[in-house]
C-alpha cells in the first residue's frame, strides 16, 4: 500500500518518483457501529495480502460476515448495515446468510454515494493524519502505524460520531427497509 502523499519534494528539475513493491497489499475492513444511548464504535480488521502467494487478494464476503457476527455480539442487538455497492457486500452468499438471520438488515446506498457512507469519514480521518507523507520502512512498520492509527479513531467516539454527523444521519434514525412480503 503506497501512503497518500499530502506534500512532497525533490531536486530542481527532477520529478520526485514514491517506488513501493507491488507485490504487498493491505485491505481494511471497518464498521461504524451507532447504538441509540450508547457510545459510537469503531470495529475494523486489518488483512495483509501477498500476490506471490495462493489465496485471494481482498476480502471474501465471508471475512465480511464474520465482521458484522463480531459486531452483533458486541452489542448483543440486532444490526442494521448499511453498505455501499463493493461486489462482495452484494455476493450472494452474503444475501442468503441475511436472509436466513432475521438480527441482520441489510440496506444497499446508491452506487457513488460516498457522501452517505459513515466508514469513508474513518478513511479520510487514516489517510490525513498517521499515514500521510510515511515512507515505510517495512511491511511491519506500515502495520504498526496502521493499526496506531485505527485505535486512535476506535478510542474516540466524537470521531466516530463526526463520521455519522457527516452523512446526516443520526443514530436514532432507521433506515426504510422493503417489507419482504411484498
Not at 466508514?119 to 512498520?141: K, M, Q
Request: hydrophobic share 35%; net charge positive.
Amino acid at each position: 500500500m503506497t501512503p497518500l502523499v499530502a506534500h512532497t519534494w525533490g531536486r530542481r528539475g527532477h520529478t520526485p518518483v514514491v517506488r513501493g513493491r507491488s507485490w504487498r497489499r493491505w485491505s481494511i475492513a471497518a464498521m461504524c457501529c451507532y447504538k441509540p444511548g450508547g457510545t459510537s464504535r469503531l470495529i475494523y480488521r486489518p488483512r495483509r495480502h501477498r500476490k506471490h502467494r495462493e489465496g485471494r487478494n481482498s476480502f471474501a464476503w465471508s471475512d465480511y460476515r464474520d465482521l458484522v457476527v463480531r459486531a452483533h455480539i458486541q452489542f448483543g442487538t440486532p444490526i442494521v448495515l448499511i453498505w455501499d455497492n463493493l461486489n462482495t457486500h452484494r455476493a450472494a452468499g452474503m444475501r442468503e446468510y441475511a436472509a436466513a438471520h432475521d438480527w441482520l438488515t441489510i440496506v444497499q446506498l446508491p452506487s457513488y454515494a460516498p457522501d452517505l457512507n459513515p466508514v469513508e469519514g474513518i478513511w479520510s480521518l487514516l489517510w490525513r493524519s498517521p499515514l500521510a507523507n510515511v515512507a515505510f520502512t517495512d511491511d511491519e512498520h506500515l502495520e504498526r502505524t496502521l493499526r496506531r492509527g485505527m485505535r486512535r479513531i476506535q478510542l474516540q467516539p466524537d470521531l466516530i460520531d463526526g463520521c455519522l454527523t457527516g452523512t446526516r444521519l443520526t443514530p436514532s434514525q432507521r433506515p426504510r427497509t422493503p417489507r419482504r412480503d411484498q
